[in-house]
């Protein structure tokens, strides 16, 4: 491992419900119009989110249920439950598995972490979504379509980097994920142009690894 390697997620389970049951659809306040699950877990939870924003761009899925675990993939409640679990929605089977291979691709060669040190043991992420599906559109409020910057590392790697990038580019805060999350990490969607997005990911990245490289500097 060096600074800049990719620290790529994994997939852990998934599974798809071809008919759910009326008493978890209404748990699930699903439409009458799904009824397919395509459900999933991983060990790096923002990995999984963008992907599943990119499921909801190439099939007729809706993510219905997302949330990170407390403390993290290194404190997981079993070998399959990571640090995530994702639930979409879909009209069938066919469908929700169109979408959950969309969103494992996704996962898998494109929506990774990047590591701040030679061990690995400082990640960020800094991830530029040309635009935006229904989840995170939704999440971040803004129009479908939409470029975002997202990005996440550790508290205040994030705090000191959020800020230089919101500086170095034309880009509006759109959400602020203060710290502690679930998995004690901190970050920010932002909002602009693909460019200023970009621009917003770099300006964090190199912020971060300012912070790494010379942690008390003031």
Known sequence: MAVLDPIKPT???????????????????????????????????????????????????????????????????????????????????????????????????SAWFTAADDAGDLAFFAHTLSRTGSYLSKEAEVDEGTPLAYLIAPPIEATYAIDAAIKAADVTLRVWFAPPSETNFSGALLSGTQSACRAACLAFQDAVLDVARDPVKY
Do not use: W
């Open 11 to 109: 997939i852990l389970s998934a599974r798809i419900i071809s008919n759910v049951h009326p008493d978890f659809a209404a748990k699930l306040e699903l439409r009458p119009d799904q009824r397919s699950l395509a459900l999933v877990t991983c060990d790096l939870d923002d990995s999984l989110y963008v992907s599943l924003d990119e499921a909801t761009k190439k099939a007729e899925v809706e993510v219905v249920y997302a949330r990170s675990f407390y403390a993290g993939s290194a404190h997981a409640s079993g070998p399959l439950s990571g640090e995530i679990i994702g639930i979409m929605a879909a009209p069938d089977p066919a469908e929700a598995r169109a979408g959950l291979t969309a969103c494992i691709d996704y996962a898998q060669e």
